[in-house]
């Protein structure tokens, strides 16, 4: 499968932890995005990034969340001192063209 | 206000019925207009894109676009049961604009296609 794949897929973690989420985009995309879904609402957007350079993020993306596309490969999404309202699926997609964006089957986190 | 609006439906049809969907904007700035299909616990599916106004076809999907209006639709004909899903209208503004390189979602429309 070359589509994108993210890891892990499920992650329960308890308030205050650090968690890290790692996505893998289609190989010949350039252009990499993260974005967070809550329950009945579309992805909203966090951040992109244009090979290893982050162009863009979001005011939804606070201190305690930092993302790294080292290399301009995979990237990687951190939250640190999670809290339940950090608990949402996170969505990373990657593209050709800005507005043809391919998405993982995201990594769904829930904060007890 | 949100600035893109969706219908959260849910919407329910009947096998082989035509399935209209539907999505408002206020920024003037998009100028990319996408349709994602998303089933539960999945991530979402790129279904179809367009540039501007107008229309775009590919097999039982039509997507129009109304920039004067502001409005986007997406039609599903002859609907099936594996068309059940959530569908999200997203879009994206031109190079230099505020929003480029980020999709703006609706809320998406929860459709049920029954035999």
């Known amino acids: 499968d070359t589509g994108v794949s993210q890891d892990p897929r499920h992650k329960i973690t308890k308030r205050g932890q650090n968690v890290t989420f790692r996505c893998d985009p289609i190989?010949?995309?350039?252009?990499l995005y993260w974005y967070r879904q809550t329950l009945g609402q579309g992805p909203e957007f966090l951040t992109y990034?244009?090979?290893?350079?982050?162009?863009?993020k979001s005011r939804l993306l606070s201190d305690r969340f930092s993302a790294e596309r080292p290399k301009g490969s995979f990237s990687t999404l951190e939250i640190q001192r999670t809290e339940q309202g950090d608990s949402a699926m996170y969505l990373c997609?990657?593209?050709?063209?800005?507005?043809?964006?391919?998405f993982g089957p995201g990594t769904r986190l829930t904060v007890t | 206000q949100k600035e893109v609006e969706q219908d959260p439906g849910p919407l329910s049809v009947p096998e082989g019925a035509i399935v209209s969907l539907n999505c408002t904007y206020s920024n003037s700035a998009f100028q990319y207009f996408m349709w994602y299909r998303q089933y539960s616990r999945k991530g979402p599916e790129l279904l179809m894109y367009t540039y501007s106004s107008g229309n775009k076809e590919d097999g039982r999907f039509t997507a129009q676009v109304d920039k004067s209006s502001k409005y986007i639709s997406l039609f599903i004909r002859d609907s099936q049961p594996s068309d059940s899903a959530t569908y999200l209208c997203a879009m994206s503004a031109g190079a230099g604009g505020t929003s480029y390189g980020k999709l703006t979602f609706g809320q998406g429309t929860i459709l049920t296609v029954h035999p």
């Open positions: 990034f244009q090979n290893e350079a982050q162009l863009e």
């Open positions: 997609a990657s593209s050709p063209r800005h507005y043809e964006q391919y």
């Open positions: 190989s010949e995309h350039n252009r």
